[in-house]
């Protein structure tokens, strides 16, 4: 098993949660980020003053998915969120040990 936990642009979270489910996955959890790569921030303005944004929003997703199932999962979230400019993100592959569901004690890949 295989946790996949992907940085992305908040607009592409509906493309990314669409081309997931076609592809049989049933879960994820999302969180809000903020955070810098090679972007390091951009320069807005606001009523005439000029700011720096150094931390710019994205969305957390974490997939846990079987093995066999890892990499149409990560080609699937690629392509979803694919802009082909700057920032479009990261996946980050790691392995899980052991998943158990707490209602009914199920472990490994039951309990995805």
Known sequence: MKLITAIIKPFKLDD???ALSELGVQGMTISEA?????QKGHTEQYRGADYVVDFIPKLRIE???SDHDVDRAIDGLCAAAYTGAI?????FVLPLE???RIRTQET????I
């Open 16 to 18: 990314v949660r669409e």
């Open 34 to 38: 903020r955070g810098f790569g090679r």
């Open 63 to 65: 997939i846990a998915v």
């Open 87 to 91: 920032g479009d993100g990261k996946v």
């Open 98 to 100: 052991r998943v158990i």
């Open 108 to 111: 490994g890949d039951g309990a």
